[in-house]
């Protein structure tokens, strides 16, 4: 490799310090682009040149190139709006690096907002408002408003959007102002375009003032929605977002204005589409009328639809939103289950998405469809997405009970196939079936056995132990085949040794004569070998158990437990209800309250009216729920129960006494002691002082429109 070096006079070879060398020299041949072509040059086609080449080198994060600021600032007052673009481009980028040199461009910005050309006009106000340099702020306040009154509505346009900007730099000048008081003046404005603009632009100052109430009246919603088929696509997003601030107080004017927003669920843009979905869900909670609501929840199915022919990522967001309306409104895509059906080339993630759609509008007339599909699914290559498929036959075996027997088949015909994390997955699904439906398919447990040797993963050895354990009474060598797992006990992940201690001394209880040798030695492992809390702590707790009454210990560990359900991963009723109000936004792709995604956001809660009905919302059943459990025991009087240390000491210490007495008959006669003086130390109990109960579903402060309020139009007031 070669370096750059020079001969000094003294004969010495230096090498000279390579990136700086080109660095400068970069700079100054900018320079001389820059200053060059002089009067020849009319249409400035080297200064042109020589600029682009500058924003090239700016947006690439080159930080040198803010040595040409002077050179730039002279060429701002060149008429020439492409080279004006640059120019500001450059001013906006590097005015916090140096806010002295940019102030020298501060008078020619000024003097551009007087241009004849409006299109300057509005860049330079544009311009102005994008830099965060106190100066510049105080100094945009005045021509905004002048250009709030402009008589091009492309300059009104962008002077509105600048009154959220400098909302964002300086809140208290724009509230000293009369900036908000103008944009609310804006609304009556005849272009529909500036009506948008405003109302954006006071939405979103809305969002980050606490200050600040939104008052939104039937006459404004009504005459936001007269203007939507002349805004723009993003003007309607705009008034379609606004209209979610509005409160209806009449079933009937809800219904009005869900039906005259309707048509804008056949635009072309999705964001269109996904706006005016999410304001028709919000206003059918006003909606007393269930016909009504039924139509106009067969509208939202073809929209949706739609949305999944245009590309991967929109289609998700369809997707993902899909989900979330289903929980609230099940009667959406009743119908359309095979538009989910997944194509050979969907990215994993919609297929993932779809598959989980497949398994919420599966019923009985189509499970048939239903299992065919995830048959197919199934056999594809991608591992993640094959378990996922198993895993739904599982989860629909647990949701349709008159299929369950359908689902199995399909399972088994999966298992035959030997494919080692098919089989996995199918044993995990089968030990949640039995957990369904308890005493009902034992057949298929030989099955079961005869794959043992293609279980490596925690989750399916957990599984198939479960069942050992569970069954170990039908299971004729459920000894033997513990045994096995137990040979690695020691370097089993924690999921398996829990599951290995529970099904030994499950096999223990249902058969003495084969569980009496493999007791002791897991009850020893468990709470002398192991470093885990869990794990000893269950091995003391089974111990103590055995040792005191067997038939007790029958009932605890063998008794009746509530069979699972397919519904444990629907959302809270209070997230799905505030969700609900944010469809077609970020979070509902997590599926996530608003502000654990975007902690500034302000929440969106339903504002009670006359028109609200309540009966109908996710969080009504809770409601009665709490209310019930509340006053169970004492009439309507809550039950209070008052701590008392005296009485909880007394019984700790009557219970030690009663395991100090029966605690080394028992286990002589079991064999489970070995010397020792008990179980290991004595039991400790936590006497806490009381604590908090935390309610993540506690209503949170918000602003309500107040009927009556807003009458002159104005939407926003101080």
């Known amino acids: 490799m070669f370096f750059p070096h020079y001969v000094s006079p003294t004969g010495v070879t230096t090498f000279a310090p390579a990136y700086n060398r080109s660095t400068q020299g970069k700079v100054a041949e900018l320079r001389i682009e820059l200053n060059s072509g002089g009067k020849k040059d009319k249409n400035y086609a080297a200064k042109k040149i020589a600029l682009k080449k500058i924003v090239a080198n700016m947006t690439m994060s080159n930080n040198d190139m803010v040595a040409l600021f002077p050179d730039i600032v002279a060429c701002m007052e060149i008429h020439s709006l492409e080279i004006k673009k640059m120019c500001f481009l450059f001013l906006v980028n590097y005015a916090r690096l140096k806010p002295d040199v940019a102030l020298q461009a501060l008078p020619i910005l ?32 005045p021509p905004t408003k002048h250009l709030l009154r402009d008589a091009d509505p492309y300059v009104r346009k962008t002077a509105a959007f600048c009154v959220a900007k400098l909302y964002d730099h300086d809140r208290g000048l724009v509230e000293q102002s009369n900036l908000i008081d103008l944009l609310n003046q804006m609304l009556r404005d005849d272009n529909p375009t500036v009506v948008a603009s405003a109302l954006a632009s006071l939405m979103d100052i809305w969002e980050r003032s606490e200050a600040i109430k939104l008052t939104i009246d039937y006459g404004n919603a009504s005459k936001m929605v007269q203007i939507l088929p ?36 056949s635009h072309s843009n999705s964001a269109v589409v996904l ?23 067969r509208k939202l ?3 949706l639809v739609t949305l999944l022919a245009k590309g ?47 398994f919420m509008l599966a019923t009985e007339k189509n499970i048939e469809e239903v299992l065919t599909e995830l048959r197919e699914y199934a056999t594809e290559i991608d591992v993640h997405f094959v378990r996922k498929s198993v895993r739904a036959i599982g989860k629909l075996a647990i949701k349709i009970e008159s299929a369950a027997r359908r689902c199995i088949n399909t399972l088994l015909e999966l298992v035959a196939t030997k494919v080692t994390y098919i089989v996995q997955e199918a044993t995990v699904v089968i030990r949640n079936i039995f957990r369904k439906y308890p005493n009902q398919y034992e057949s298929i447990i030989s099955t079961l056995c005869e794959n043992l040797d293609s279980l490596d993963e925690p989750e399916a050895k957990a599984a198939m132990i479960w069942v050992i354990g569970e069954y170990a009474s039908r299971i004729e060598n459920s000894d033997v085949l513990l045994e096995d797992f137990l040979f690695s006990f020691a370097d089993e992940a924690v999921e398996v040794q829990l599951a290995l201690l529970t099904a030994t001394v499950k096999l223990f209880i249902q058969r003495p004569t084969k569980g009496q040798e493999l007791v002791p030695k897991v009850l020893k492992w468990a709470t002398e070998d192991t470093d885990n809390p869990d794990l000893r702590d269950r091995g003391y707790m089974y111990w103590r158990l055995l040792s005191s009454d067997m038939a007790t210990a029958k009932l605890i560990v063998m008794g009746e437990k509530p069979p699972i359900t397919a519904e444990s991963e629907k959302l809270d009723p209070a997230t799905l209800e505030e969700m609900c109000l944010n469809v077609g936004t970020l979070a509902t792709v997590y599926l996530k309250p608003v502000q654990q995604v975007f902690r500034s956001a302000r929440p969106r809660r339903l504002i009670d009216s006359p028109a609200l009905q309540k009966h109908n919302l996710p969080t009504a059943n809770r409601l009665d729920a709490q209310k019930s459990l509340s006053a169970f025991g004492n009439g309507a009087q809550p039950v209070m129960s008052p701590r008392r240390n005296g009485d909880l000491d007394a019984a700790v210490d009557a219970a030690d006494e009663f ?25 400790t109990v936590g006497r806490g002082d009381g604590g908090y109960v935390v309610n993540q579903n506690a209503p949170q402060q918000f602003y309500q429109p107040h009927a009556g309020q807003g009458t002159n139009g104005d939407l926003l007031m101080l």
């Open 659 to 683: 395991f100090a007495g029966v605690g080394s008959q028992g286990m002589a006669s079991m064999g489970i002691n070995g010397g020792d003086d008990g179980f290991g130390g004595s039991p």
């Open 230 to 265: 002349d805004c723009s696509e993003w003007g309607q997003t705009y008034i379609l977002e606004a209209l979610m601030s509005y409160v209806p107080q009449d079933p009937a004017e809800a219904l009005l204005l869900a039906e005259r927003i309707s048509p804008r669920l």
């Open 275 to 297: 706006t005016c979905i999410r304001v028709i869900l919000y206003l059918m909670n006003y909606i007393a009328d269930t016909k009504q609501i039924s139509i106009l929840c």
């Open 110 to 141: 000024q003097q551009d907002m007087t241009d004849s050309n409006p299109l300057v006009r509005a860049l330079a106000l544009r311009t102005m408002s994008y830099i965060h340099v106190k100066e510049f702020v105080e100094a945009t306040v």
């Open 312 to 358: 991967p990522e929109v289609q998700y967001l369809a997707l993902r939103n899909a989900l979330l309306i289903l929980q609230k409104r099940p009667e959406v895509l009743r119908n359309d289950i095979r538009v989910f059906f997944c194509k050979y080339n969907d990215p994993i993630y919609v297929k993932v998405t779809k598959l989980e759609l497949i």
């Open 301 to 303: 199915s073809p929209p």
